[in-house]
């Protein structure tokens, strides 16, 4: 990244950085490493705090909070850190703890413990209180596990010295050999092979009933939405700064068609300059259902976009929105919700309009980091009957204070365009329709079952 994060959360943290006193342990028996700081690093930070920890497309923690030696150095920082709630990332308001299931929050007593450990000195404690070491199991870098299939870019793709921004898009066509027979796609990850991809999304083209697929993508202009859909297909998702890979809960997926032609839509982003070319090879990996398949993903909301807007010079909150959606047809399942914007994304909010008019916020993020591009996945997937309406809005920072961390430039009006300099505004809807079986959905079963 390349602007210098510690001053970016100093100072957006300066308005939440009250630190928790409530239980701070007596003060004869300050917490200790081994004991009491451990186990919450463990449970809440190792995931990505660790040698080769869990890399959220580009976002690696540089430091491993693994053994006291690695640890120590880090006390003030950890304690200001969760103080602010800067750590662990995790943006949507308190009101929704309980709700995601990939959740990453401290309650106020783990907060506690912390701040107190770091005030006490950082004592190590007695090692032989340490709980077990976490084990991560080893997944070949991939966050869904071994894939069944991995398809990579056709041919190796030369990032050039004078690259700083370049949208491309590579595609193939799956082959027999790649993929035999229609498949339901439970997870997928967008694997970038090099350190200058931004983002990386996957697009689906499936073959008419004749078999026929319409041509290629055209190489893209920067002021499109990359690459267009009629030759590019569904969008399924992709990896960009902090996201995860794309992992549906039980009994959901995508059917994944032979035939199909694959879209890898990337954006290359990196300081132009002699020597800085990079060749790029990136691939995406599929996992396929073992057990059936019975909703099929995409068949609720659509997402809420807005490409239109114009933020005002040095305005600290242009709303956008509230863009509403059409009341759904059926029932749907909602299976995540990820708001979308770029380095001026200041807030954002999903709202259910229920028939009978009345509303609940499924989704609040008053402090939009564009950093995390975080999908919120449900842990209890959340239904709403036929004739629910979804509204997104969100709000934009264009003043001089923002700019001057970010480096962006506050007195233009900004519209819609894809580099992070230039905005956009989006709502994603992860959902199925919840009263029907998907078609196909029999073929799932895996045939190498034992
Ligand atoms: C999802 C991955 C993830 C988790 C979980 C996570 N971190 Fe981090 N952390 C990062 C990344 C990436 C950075 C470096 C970039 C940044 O500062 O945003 C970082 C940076 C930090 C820093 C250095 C900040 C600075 O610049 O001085 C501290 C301290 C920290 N994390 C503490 C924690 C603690 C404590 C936890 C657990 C309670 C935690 N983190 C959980 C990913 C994570």
């Not at 991939?142 to 595609?171: K, N, T």
């Not at 083209?205 to 993508?217: R, T």
């Not at 995860?244 to 009994?251: L, T």
Request: proline residues 10%.
């Amino acid at each position: 990244m390349t602007w210098n994060r510690f001053t970016v959360r100093v100072v957006l943290a300066i308005a939440s950085a009250a630190v928790p006193v409530a239980a701070v342990a007596a003060a004869d028996s300050p917490p200790t490493f081994y004991r009491d700081v451990l186990p919450l690093l463990q449970d809440n930070c190792q995931e990505c705090h660790r040698e080769s920890g869990a890399n959220y497309g580009g976002m690696r923690a540089p430091m491993a909070f693994t053994s006291y030696e690695s640890t120590r150095p880090w006390a003030r920082s950890i304690a200001r850190q969760v103080a602010s709630r800067e750590m662990p990332p995790w943006d949507a308001a308190p009101e929704h703890n309980g709700v995601f299931r990939n959740e990453r929050t401290l309650d106020d007593e783990q907060i506690a413990t912390l701040v107190s450990w770091a005030r006490a000195g950082a004592p190590a404690g007695d090692a032989s209180e340490a709980p077990p070491p976490r084990v991560f199991p080893a997944s070949g870098g991939w966050q869904i596990g071994e894939p069944d299939l991995v398809v990579r870019m056709p041919e190796p793709f030369l990032v050039e010295d004078d690259v700083e921004d370049l949208y491309a898009a590579f595609s193939l066509v799956l082959t027999e050999e790649m993929l035999p027979e229609d498949r339901w796609v439970v997870a997928f990850q967008c694997q970038p092979d090099s350190q200058v991809i931004h983002h990386f999304n996957l697009h689906l083209l499936e073959p008419d009933e004749n078999g026929e697929l319409p041509p290629p993508p055209e190489f893209p202009d920067q002021t499109q939405i990359a690459p267009s859909p009629q030759n590019a297909g569904r969008y399924m998702g992709g990896v960009s700064s902090g996201s995860e890979a794309n992992f549906y809960p039980e009994g959901y997926g995508f059917l994944l068609r032979k035939g199909s032609r694959v879209t890898f839509d990337i954006h290359y982003h990196k300081e132009p300059g002699a020597g800085t070319a990079v060749w790029d090879q990136s691939s995406i990996g599929f996992r396929f259902a073992d057990e059936p398949v019975s909703k099929a993903l995409g068949s609720g909301f659509a997402p809420l976009m807005n490409f239109t807007f114009a933020i005002p010079p040095g305005a600290e909150s242009h709303q956008v929105g509230p863009l509403v959606s059409p009341p759904a047809a059926h029932p749907v399942d909602i299976i995540a919700l990820m708001p979308h914007a770029h380095m001026r994304g200041k807030a954002a909010r999903f709202v259910a309009i229920y028939p009978d008019g009345t509303r609940e916020t499924l989704l609040d993020v008053p402090r939009y980091d564009f950093e995390w591009q975080t999908v919120y996945y449900y842990d209890q997937l959340k239904q709403v009957p036929a004739g629910t309406r979804i509204e997104y809005t969100a709000w934009y920072d264009n003043s001089p204070e923002k700019a001057a961390i970010y480096g962006f430039d506050p007195t233009r009006t900004v519209t819609f365009g894809q580099p992070s300099t230039d905005e956009m505004v989006m709502g994603f809807i992860m959902s199925a329709r919840a009263d029907a079986e998907a078609p196909g959905a029999e073929t799932a079963g895996d045939d190498r079952r034992p």
